[in-house]
């Protein structure tokens, strides 16, 4: 994902941090997912909050669920 390199480059470059990055992922945390996917060696812990991984055990119970349905609603 494009926005996990752009946030890599700026955290690293731009802002110049040298150690392990903490990443946070808010709400479904795709960004957060991708960002740890691709700069695994940059990362010192991560932690999603609000919503379970996209495609985990837990995301696929629950998803068409009367609370969750609107993240299958807009992916139609």
Do not use: C
Not at 12 to 24: E, L, Q, R, Y
Not at 51 to 58: A, I
Request: no cysteine; net charge negative.
């Amino acid at each position: 994902m494009i926005m996990a390199q752009d946030l890599h480059e700026l955290v690293t470059k731009n802002v110049d941090v040298k150690g392990k990055i903490h990443v946070v992922g808010h709400d479904i945390g795709s960004i957060a997912h991708a960002f740890v996917a691709q700069f695994p060696k940059s990362v010192g812990s991560v932690i999603w909050g609000e919503f379970p991984l996209l495609e985990s055990s837990t995301y696929e119970k629950h998803k068409d669920t009367d609370l969750l349905y609107h993240f299958t609603f807009q992916n139609v």
